[in-house]
């Protein structure tokens, strides 16, 4: 098979972002008025185009690079460098995101003359929200009046629709006179042999008469709240080396996107965005996974993500928004397509995992930390996110979790595959709603267990053990109705007429990771997941290869979603099936080393990995990087290491399965309950493991999960 390397997920563009706000240019550095270009903030596209001309021609950049994730740097010609005596001149453009955008051209000359230049700089705005931009097609626009003020050398944009505030203030300092006509700046230099001259160019968005201000010209860190939170996780995420170069780089990359993600907000400062460079808003359900998973790298995004989803509960029953009292938020956008009403997104409510996600969390974060205070400032929105799914969550009293779309603009699919074809039953056809999903009933499942710790842990060991006989009752429920033995799978959900929908899916290993699956019938449902119909060789399908719905490009029937890759190992893992989980580790880190950066995108495509399919392409659509892609890495190592942190015990158990491909890992700086260690895990001879931890004191078991052992004594 031929050696891929560096493929890039969106060849035509390059971008850099902080909190919420995005530049996005050509890959020369360029905003040219072609979608989706621009500098956004707030899903507003504050300007759609920056052309730059010297003496009427414009420079075309020869190099341009991101710096820091928040910065970008290129360099063009502006005279020949070849020509002697010299006449060499570049434009080097420095730009720089926070809450508003920063410029810099310079002009730096190193002929040996005088050289006279006419710098021009073309700009206008159009406020397109950042869906319109992604798609070139608005559905909402408006009239942009344009005004200069010389005295203060500052160029006014404003939105001139009655219903939108909206204006960006552009302010112009620079070397030399800056005049303004027709939509363009002109500024005028002479510059002596070996001089340089500079403009600087502010660009501050006004919205609702709040003006953000622009950062710093610094290519460390910007001074907003994203920045802060960035630098706090780079200073706590932890390390990891191997001898494996495609795992330690996958490792790196992604804890360094990780850092680069979170939105800054007040509520919740490092939790992150979902990705870039379209879904750069909260997202509740996406935000808790990614940091979930990410947890062997630190427990702070989660912290902040359990706050930032507790302060967005629903309050009323909005049909609108699909909101109801309790309700977590599944999207809050911030853009004008939002804002006018068009769509329900500045809060919306439709999706059913977020409430039983948040409890399962809000369990798995007190397993990492121990931290007590945490699960009582939450535990009133714990008891809320209960309440909840007892009202709402089970529409027809039947036991199971179903969900239905009120919103007519809202979302069909309101389970983890929310797209509006994501289900369908066995002959291709679309599922109505109301469907019971499988994966929904698993994360209830695992959601009734872990509030059940929580109320236990903060003084309420009555109500937690009417929680876990729920469950108890759920689990054998759950597979009386969805276990079908013809196919050795479960049915990927309930259609309306409580039927089972008879498709092979990727949900399966979902519910090995929440334990709902009997560990009698493990093995089958593993070896079902890595069959060649489900199995890319990449990653698990999410809908199977011989389903006459499959397409391995679509959003949910039939690619393959790295973050799935990270959950399903962990539920391998958790049922000791060692061989599976080693496939589809090495297929995602496989994957990861084809990408530029070892960057997983957010989506792959289904297509088998043979020698026609030298790469699996991607969703066409795919952000990059993608916060849960990221987490993904992370948990598949703490799959490996089948690592289960137990802080209130001060102890960490293990049982790591390293395969021949990986022969050791050292974590530096995994944090469990206070404390910091350091583990060195290495593959002997034979397969045998040997762990070593250093640092604080801390109990490291080795102990296989209780999953695992009572799978190995159903297969002996």
Request: aromatic share 8%; glycine share 8%.
């Amino acid at each position: 098979m031929s050696r891929v390397r560096n493929l890039r997920v969106r060849p035509d563009l390059l971008y850099v972002a902080s909190g919420w706000s995005t530049l996005v240019t050509d890959v020369r550095g360029r905003i040219t008025g072609a979608d989706p270009q621009g500098f956004f903030a707030r899903n507003t596209r504050v300007l759609s185009v920056e052309q730059v001309a010297v003496n009427g021609r414009e420079p075309v950049p020869f190099s341009t690079a991101n710096v820091q994730g928040h910065a970008q740097l290129s360099y063009a010609e502006i005279s020949d460098g070849e020509t002697l005596p010299s006449r060499a001149a570049y434009l080097v453009t420095e730009r720089f995101v926070g809450e508003g955008l920063r410029i810099r051209h310079t002009v730096v000359s190193f002929a040996q003359q005088l050289l006279t230049l006419r710098l021009g700089i073309r700009l206008a705005a159009d406020f397109a929200d950042t869906g319109e931009a992604e798609r070139g097609r608005r559905v909402q626009c408006g009239a942009v009046g344009a005004s200069w003020d010389a005295g203060v050398q500052e160029l006014c944009l404003t939105y001139l629709r009655d219903d939108l505030d909206r204006a960006v203030l552009i302010r112009v300092r620079a070397d030399a006179p800056v005049r303004y006509a027709d939509g363009a700046l002109t500024i005028g230099f002479a510059l002596p042999p070996g001089a340089s001259s500079r403009v600087d160019l502010t660009v501050e968005p006004v919205f609702d008469g709040e003006r953000l201000p622009a950062p710093p010209a610094s290519f460390t860190e910007p001074g907003d709240a994203a920045a802060g939170a960035r630098a706090r996780l780079t200073r706590e995420l932890t390390r990891l080396g191997s001898t494996n170069f495609d795992v330690a780089a996958a490792w790196r990359c992604a804890v360094d996107d990780l850092a680069l993600l979170p939105l800054g907000e007040p509520s919740g400062p490092t939790a992150p965005m979902a990705g870039l460079p379209i879904y750069q808003e909260i997202f509740g359900r996406d935000t808790m996974t990614a940091s979930w998973q990410a947890l062997l790298a630190g427990p702070t995004m989660l912290a902040d993500s359990l706050r930032l989803i507790a302060h967005h509960l629903g309050r009323r029953i909005d049909d609108w928004r699909d909101e109801e009292p309790g309700k977590p938020l599944h999207e809050a956008r911030r853009g004008p397509v939002s804002v006018l009403g068009l769509d329900p997104y500045t809060s919306y409510y439709g999706d059913w995992s977020t409430a039983p996600d948040f409890l399962v969390f809000l369990g798995q974060y007190f397993a990492w930390t121990g931290d007590l205070d945490i699960l009582r400032e939450l535990l009133p929105t714990a008891r809320r996110a209960l309440d909840w799914i007892d009202r709402y969550g089970d529409l027809d009293g039947d036991g199971f979790l179903e969900y239905r779309c009120r919103s007519r603009t809202g979302l069909k699919n309101q389970g983890w595959k929310d797209s509006d074809s994501a289900i369908v039953d066995e002959h291709g056809t679309i599922v109505p709603n109301p469907i019971a999903t499988s994966e929904l009933q698993a994360y209830w499942y695992a959601a009734l267990r872990h509030a059940a710790v929580v109320l236990t842990a903060t003084g309420h060991p009555a109500a937690g053990a009417v929680l876990v006989a729920r469950a108890h009752r759920l689990r054998r429920r759950f597979h009386r109705a969805y276990w079908l033995p013809d196919l050795g799978c479960y049915a990927m959900a309930l259609g309306p007429d409580k039927r089972p929908v008879r498709s092979v899916n990727s949900n399966d290993g979902h519910l090995l990771t929440t334990g709902i699956v009997p560990p009698r019938v493990a093995p089958a449902v593993a070896r079902r997941l890595l069959a060649p119909d489900m199995f890319s060789g990449w990653g698990v399908r999410t809908l199977s290869a011989a389903h006459p719905a499959y397409n391995p490009f679509s959003y949910h029937r039939g690619s393959v979603w790295p973050v799935e890759a990270g959950t399903i190992g962990l539920g391998l893992a958790r049922y000791g099936c060692w061989e599976h989980l080693h496939r589809v580790a090495e297929g995602m880190f496989a994957a990861a080393a084809i990408f530029e950066e070892h960057r997983l995108p957010e989506v792959l495509s289904g297509l088998p990995r043979d020698e026609q399919h030298p790469h699996p392409g991607v969703y066409p659509n795919s952000c990059s990087p993608q916060a849960w892609s990221a987490s993904s890495i992370v948990a598949l190592v703490q799959a490996l290491l089948a690592l289960r942190p137990a802080a209130p015990l001060r102890t960490i158990f293990v049982d790591p399965h390293l395969p021949e491909w990986l022969p050791d890992l050292r974590l530096e700086g995994v944090q469990v309950g206070g404390a910091t260690v350091d583990l060195v895990v290495r593959r002997r001879r034979g397969g045998r493991t040997t762990v070593r931890a250093r640092g604080d004191r801390i109990a490291v078991v080795r102990r296989p999960t209780v999953q695992a052992r009572s799978t190995r004594r159903h297969q002996s």
